[in-house]
């Protein structure tokens, strides 16, 4: 859009309306939304005057029922639309996942207009680490199914393990973000599930900032990863409608709505009216765009399907008279490891990433990254540090480093990358100090493919490496015009590098998945 256009548009709207109210609850959160969409309007129409007005909703009065048994009902978000319906308001703010109408998309004036983190936040009291260490239960707060089920059971296995039974108990929890914090601060809980997106809103809205600070100070954090614990339809999105005979409003939501986060909401909404809509039901999804790959990903429980795992993904790769040789079956035979025994983890630094299941391979290194914050590659990863007795903070879930710069800028995570070192094996620590970080390496990689293995890759027209340094152990071998695929992250990095043309999967898992499905 020229400027010209919105010249125009914004004359427009001055002579059809110059002043505009905006429904929303009461919540902080929900007043910290709505002055986002203040901030996005202004910021293309300065001289609009835009208003709040406060809706109480069903699930601000009802503050004791479990939500599980009331959400999915628009329990809030139906006083706010009956607000807009009798144009007592031009605008209404909602969060998208408390959005449960089927039609929402079909039939109204709306722009989803921002998205934070999709991913839950667990928050510990400190003394969370005393009970582990006691086998003591774990209380974990929590109004949702789909956050009972997925977060205790990945917790029963993320958390720091000390040769003692771990037990996690989810148990309802209510009110409002800062009510929760205030709960958890008090010690009604030992920690609590919340949406990271509510939490950076809050640390960026001036009237909350002092108050979700002070409760989030000297707190032990965790964000939950995507696949173990997939989010809500729309968590992390807001959205704004109004209705549609109201010019004015319609021209400022077309002037900020975000196409393709619509289109992404619209997708995972798919899944929604499939399963249910809201944290109350049992199951997650999300959809996700990567500089590499777009897809979808949604893993729970229903009444009719059962334990389901779906992908939705374009994979550009044919097995057609083709033979394939996938690493991800072989991936300890290709290298013995060398573990190097005087680490030296740069002391100054406050944060590592930990590349591997096999970084940590002793107590030395485990001892100098104690009192660091801690991120894991992925799951995988994360489990093998907690059964060291290693607080993880979160991961990458499997998509590469990258995928987490935007959660390290986040309000609520709030580290820079100049202070992580990257804790890795000897050829990878070479490839991330030519990008600019600090790495160190605590094993190395010695080849040893056997002669059965090796053949496999060289008889191979399409080749799937769960890491660059396999490819470069075979690559004197390969056929001459092999397909290569592999999964996000820098495996695909390094492989472009070299001048070739991977097809990248989103992950390890969702290869094996896709080869599963071609059978």
Partial sequence: MGFFYFISLTVQIYLLKSSFTIACRGSLLSLAQAHLFITKVNAVFPHIQLNIKVVETAGDREQTMPLHLVEGKDFFTKEIQQTLNRKEADFAIHSMKDVSSLDFFNEGYYAVFDRELMQDMAIFNAGVVTKLQKGEVVVIGTSSPRRSNMATAFLQKALPQFDEKITVEAVSIRGNVDTRLQKLHNGQYDGIILAAAGLNRLLQYEPAKQKVGELLKDKKLMLLPLFECPPAAGQG??????????????????????????ETIKKERVYAGRYGYGCSQPFGVFNLHTPAISFTYASGSSSNAGNFTEWDFDAAVSLKNKTLFSSADYMKSFFEYKY??????????????ISSYKVVHGNAVKKQIENKRVWASGTKTWYDLAKKGVWVQGSADGLGFNFLLPVFKSPLINIDTANIEILTNKNSAQHWAADGFKAVYTYELNG???????????????????SYQQYELCKGFLKDKVQHICPSGKTAILLQAQGLQPVIFP????????KKKQA
């Fill in 340 to 353: 190097t025994e005087d680490v030296a983890v740069d002391k100054n630094i406050s944060t590592v990433f």
């Fill in 237 to 262: 999105a807001v959205v704004a409608e109004t209705q549609k005979d109201n010019e004015a409003a319609i021209a400022v939501l077309k002037a900020i709505a975000n196409t393709q986060l619509t």
């Fill in 507 to 514: 992950t390890i898992k969702s290869f094996i998945y896709w």
């Fill in 448 to 466: 040893s493919l056997p002669a059965e293995i090796k053949n496999k890759i060289a008889e191979a027209d399409i080749i799937f490496w769960t």
